[in-house]
C-alpha cells in the first residue's frame, strides 16, 4: 500500500462499514527517537505530526470522529523536562493549526481534568472549542490530564448530587444517566480502539467508553502510523464479526443502543 497516496478511500475498504468514531492511545514516540539516537521530545514532535495528518485522513476517508489520548493523570510522573515540552507543544499546536482546522471543517473538544492544567492552555482550548463547535466535518477529541477511573468518580458524584437535590430518585439512575456525566457526555462510543508499539492494555482509557469497541494493536510506534498503517487497522477492522452479544447470523439484532457505539 502506498502511504504517500491515500488521500482517497483505499479500495480495499468499504466505505460502508467504516468505524464512525476511532479512539487511539498514541503509544511509542520516546522509543521511536531512541533508535534513532534522538532526544525523546523529537518522537513527539514527530508524533503531533502523525496525529495532525490523521485527523485530516478521517475527514478524507469520511470517519466523523476521533479521540487521541494525548496526556494521561498518570504521565505527570514523567521527567518535568518532557511535561514541559508537550504541554508547550499542546499550546504551540492549537495556536498554529486552529486556522486551519476551523477552515477545514473540524471540531475540537477536549476531554479530561482541564482545571489541572495551566490557566493559559485552558484558556486556548476554550477558544478553540468555542471557535470551532459547529464544524461538522470531523469531531476530533484530545484526551488531556485524563483518567478513566477518575472520570467514572466525577460522573458518580455528579449522578450523586442529582439524587440529593432531588433531581433523580435513586431507583431511576440508569446508564444514560451515569454517561452523560462522562468528559465525552454526548459523543458516541468509539467503535475501534487502536494502540501502537505493541503495548496491549487499555491504560486506564476510556473505561466506560470502550465497552464494545473492536482493539487493535500494532508494533509500529506512533510517529510511523501513516495513513497507509491506519488503512491496515481499518481492513481488521471490518474482517471482524461485530455481534455485541447477540448473535447476527441467527437473526437477534444488537440492541439499538449499542449500534450507535
Known amino acids: 500500500m502506498n502511504a504517500s497516496n491515500l488521500k482517497t478511500l483505499p479500495i480495499e475498504l468499504d466505505a460502508q462499514r467504516l468505524p464512525q468514531h ?6 511509542g514516540n520516546g522509543r521511536w527517537a531512541s533508535k534513532r539516537h534522538m532526544p525523546r521530545i523529537a518522537g513527539h514532535r514527530q508524533g503531533a505530526k502523525i ?18 489520548y494525548a496526556f494521561s493523570t498518570e504521565n505527570w510522573r514523567r521527567p518535568s523536562e518532557e511535561v514541559d515540552f508537550l504541554m ?37 482550548m476554550a477558544d478553540a472549542m468555542e471557535q470551532t463547535r459547529e464544524n461538522t466535518a470531523v469531531h476530533f477529541s ?32 440508569s446508564e444514560d444517566d451515569l454517561e452523560q ?13 487502536i ?3 505493541g503495548e496491549q492494555r487499555l491504560s486506564n482509557f476510556l473505561l466506560w467508553q470502550l465497552a464494545y469497541a473492536e482493539l487493535y494493536f500494532t508494533d ?3 510517529p510511523d502510523f501513516d495513513r497507509a498503517a491506519f488503512a491496515e487497522a ?18 437477534i439484532p444488537a440492541p439499538a443502543a449499542l449500534l450507535t457505539a
Open 234 to 251: 481499518l481492513v481488521e477492522f471490518q474482517a471482524r464479526d461485530r455481534r455485541f452479544g447477540g448473535l447476527k447470523d441467527k437473526g
Open 88 to 124: 508547550a507543544l499542546f499550546e504551540k499546536m492549537l495556536r498554529h493549526e486552529l486556522k486551519e482546522l476551523d477552515r477545514e471543517g473540524v471540531r475540537l473538544s477536549f476531554i479530561g481534568d482541564l482545571n489541572g492544567l495551566s490557566p493559559t492552555l485552558q484558556q486556548v
Open 220 to 222: 509500529a510506534f506512533w
Open 51 to 68: 496525529l495532525k495528518d490523521l485527523v485530516r485522513c478521517c475527514k478524507d476517508w469520511g470517519i466523523p470522529a476521533l479521540t487521541a
Open 142 to 173: 484530545v484526551a488531556v490530564n485524563y483518567g478513566g477511573r477518575h472520570e467514572l468518580v466525577e460522573a458518580c458524584r455528579s449522578v450523586a448530587g442529582k439524587v440529593q437535590r432531588g433531581e433523580l430518585s435513586l431507583g431511576e439512575i
Open 195 to 197: 494502540r501502537t508499539s
Open 181 to 193: 456525566q462522562l468528559y465525552s457526555g454526548g459523543t458516541p462510543c468509539p467503535d475501534l480502539l
Open 22 to 27: 476511532v479512539a487511539v492511545i498514541m503509544d
